[in-house]
């Protein structure tokens, strides 16, 4: 008598592997926590930003907020016009969200140490279309 020269094993654990490959992905919750929203509040409206002027900390206009990117990674940028009137020889530049000051007892929003010439020296931001 000849016996066969596979074991059940290696029939049955390829067809298992297989079918486990091919079988659906199961869709996973998303775990979103409960935000306090008095909190959430407090902060700052992208739309009542925009066009806001933007000062240095000597009190000297800069520019102004033209428009907000977020990056995949989750970091936010503030693009900025420099010039002298808004849509006149502007000149944007992207600056770090968290670098602006927003604690100004007259309600303006200040970019420390920056000043109109250095950021003009800055290079211009490119929308990335």
């Known amino acids: 008598m000849i016996r066969p020269r596979f074991s059940l094993l290696a029939v049955v654990f390829p067809i298992v592997i297989l079918h486990l490959s091919?079988?659906?992905?199961?869709a996973q919750e998303v775990g979103?926590?409960?935000?306090?929203?008095?909190?959430?509040?407090?902060?700052?409206?992208?739309?009542?930003?925009?066009?806001?002027?933007?000062i240095n900390?000597?009190?000297?206009?800069?520019?102004?907020?033209?428009?907000?990117?977020f990056s995949k990674g989750g970091d936010i940028f503030v693009v900025l016009s420099v010039g002298?009137?808004?849509g006149v020889n502007n000149h944007r530049v992207a600056v770090p969200f968290r670098s602006l000051k927003f604690d100004d007892p007259h309600g303006k929003i200040a970019l420390p140490g920056a000043g109109r010439a250095a950021l003009q020296k800055l290079p211009v931001f490119l929308y990335n279309q």
């Open 22 to 26: 091919m079988a659906p992905a199961l």
């Open 57 to 69: 900390d000597k009190g000297e206009s800069v520019g102004w907020i033209d428009d907000f990117i």
């Open 32 to 54: 979103l926590a409960p935000l306090d929203s008095k909190e959430v509040a407090k902060g700052y409206r992208a739309s009542t930003l925009k066009l806001k002027s933007v």
């Open 84 to 86: 002298d009137f808004v």
